[in-house]
């Protein structure tokens, strides 16, 4: 794993969220070490997804803390999060119109300062603002296995693409800390293996951190470091995969809810 | 999915030969015809301007007339000379002068808006606009000594470096032809309208165009890729009004006189028809559509007699009125381009030059590009 960036400590403590008459969020506390891949686990509803709109801004907290180094989360807007180096995905893909190579530059915003009247001008340093990084995307592309598709439109993409796609515009931003909501749900068993192959080596050759949601236990229990389990708002058990999985609180809320994968089960 | 090498070619060159076409019409068309180009030119730059603001970033916004009041006006008060006996002011800055500091004008009276363009989204944006457009109103016709009240006032022509875009007797001639206002304007106008789409397309294609874009799509998304949304809705709606400040003070001085009646609400939803038509977020479309929205009527207009069953004005024929003809010529003309072509002008283009099925049968399987080739790494980068 290399050390090249300095990846600070995720700690999320005591957060509570609250809808109209519902808790989302119950107190949940854990923490992503850095450079690891932690996989935030749990049936529908448990606030696995509410988890991923805290850290990113997008839902305010009624109370706890999050921290990421020395910044306290719930107190800054989605666009400050994402200058810090905090990326994510969606569990419903959520692109923009246009090219593979124009969602990906987007990714490059905070990275770059082109204003719009620079912009309108093109004056030189713009232009090679965005040929340097447009460089960098298209490696990012390539890596991703995007690098056919990078002038195609996203609406001609099919489903699994569209999901490289919103993992390659996160790893655009160059983060430090990397949110994945549901990466290969609704992909084919080979589009989940290259999903993971890329996580995983992504980890390994940037030394990020990755908190990943996942349905697919087989998937999480193969490339996580550290397992948190959600259920109803509560975290409920938490550990290495094999803790969480020999946990009898776990295996009742999977049985309890029966919706989802039970716990152990490979689904390959 | 690249275009054929040929087909990439042909379009540049027939924007080229496009562009020269518009060199001619001064030495061929009436004053009537060169008036219409005119303000076709305005309402190009004006809706550029509106579609960055509705085709790209989503908004809506209902107060386009009053920014282009606010170009119209300002660069008639800051190139105009004070007249005691009508009780007008001016500043008499020297007119290119003012015409760039009427544009500026426009764009401060855009960011002072800042803090409602900035929260409010699409809706509610549009109706918060219509408030600009009763205030417009209100100041043309009581602000006298700077807009000349109700019989308005007259426009100072534009002269640049002692060349007059206006009627002079100078006896310019060019291929025999006389140089008036409309002739001279003619030119002017078709550098405002290159220079303002210039301008745009690198915008758009830029990183404040992606930003918008993303807003547009997914406000969350956008910010969580860290777009801040109230400022580039602001910049947004800035800009747009710059191109509304441009266009106005263009339209000025064709008009030679300008009215508060011209700069309704009328005008604003004529813009907004001229953007949804052109086909929302592009530079090409939304001139097209203004095109389209302030020439057809005047074209109809001109030739509804000639139409069977339509009468000449005030004879007493069976058949319709010819000005009533253009009118309802005009209306199905606007509802038939938006159920055929829903995409607008624009995307009606797209449609005829890349047949869809073929283009999803040149594409290769998604499984083949599915996995990353084997040994490529990510670096980090080295920028
Ligand atoms: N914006 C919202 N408004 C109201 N309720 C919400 C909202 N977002 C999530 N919830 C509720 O919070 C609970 C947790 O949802 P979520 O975090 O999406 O679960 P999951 O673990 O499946 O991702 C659910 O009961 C959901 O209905
Ligand atoms: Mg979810």
Sequence with gaps: MSAGIDVPELRVHDVTVRFAGLTALDGVSFTVAPGSIHALVGPNGAGKSTTFNVLSGVYRVASGSVRFGDAELTALAPHRIAALGIARTFQNIVLTRGTVADNLMLGRHTLTRAGFLTSALRLPHVRGEQRAHRERVREIADFTGLGARFDTPVSLLSYGERKRVELARALCMEPKLLLLDEPVAGLNTAERAAMARTVASVRDALGLSVLIVEHDMGLVMRMSDEVTVLDFGRRISGGTPQQVQRDPAVIAAYLGGATDAPVGEETR | ?383
């Design chain 2, 1 to 383: 999915m690249s275009e054929p090498p040929a087909r990439r070619r042909l379009g540049p060159a027939l924007l080229a030969v496009g562009w020269l076409v518009l060199l001619l019409p001064p030495f061929y068309l009436s004053a009537f015809w060169l008036q219409t180009g005119l303000f076709a030119m305005a309402a190009v730059i004006a809706a550029i301007g509106l579609n960055l603001l509705v085709g790209t970033a989503g908004q809506l916004s209902l107060g386009h007339a009053f920014f282009l009041a606010v170009g119209a006006y300002g660069y008639t008060w800051l190139a105009g000379s004070p007249a005691a006996d009508e009780g007008l002011s001016g500043l008499r800055l020297p007119p290119a002068v003012a015409f760039v500091a009427a544009v500026l004008l426009t764009g401060v009276a855009g960011a002072l808006f800042s803090p409602v363009s900035g929260r409010l989204r699409a809706m509610y944006l549009g109706v918060a606009t219509l408030a600009l457009v009763f205030v417009g109103q209100h100041i043309l016709l009581n602000a006298t000594s700077v807009t000349g009240g109700f019989n308005g006032r007259s426009v100072p022509p534009l002269t640049v470096f002692g060349f007059v875009f206006g009627d002079t007797d100078d006896g310019l001639t060019v291929f025999d032809v006389p140089f008036g206002g409309l002739e001279r304007l003619w030119y002017l106008g078709l550098l405002l309208v290159a220079v303002a789409s210039l301008l745009a397309r690198n915008l758009l294609r830029g990183r404040p165009g992606r930003a918008l874009g993303a807003l547009r799509d997914s406000e969350t998304a956008a910010a969580v890729m860290g777009v801040h949304p109230a400022r580039y809705r602001a910049a947004a709606f800035t800009v747009s009004s710059m191109y509304a400040g441009a266009a106005g003070a263009l339209l000025a001085l064709v008009f030679q006189r300008i009215v508060p009646d011209y700069f309704s609400l009328g005008l604003s939803m004529s813009f907004l028809a001229m953007v949804v038509i052109g086909g929302l977020g592009s530079v090409g479309g939304a001139a097209a559509g203004a095109v389209f929205v302030t020439v057809l009527p005047q074209l109809l207009g001109h030739f509804a007699d000639r139409i069977p069953l339509v009468v000449a004005p005030g004879s007493t024929g069976t058949g319709l009125d010819a000005s009533d003809a253009a009118d309802f010529l005009y209306g199905a003309a606007l509802v038939l381009t938006l159920v055929f072509a829903p995409d607008g002008l624009a995307g009606l283009l797209r449609r005829l030059r890349l047949p869809r099925p073929r283009l999803r049968a040149a594409t290769p399987q998604t499984s083949a590009v599915g996995e990353p080739a084997v040994g490529d790494t990510l670096k980090e980068q080295t920028l």
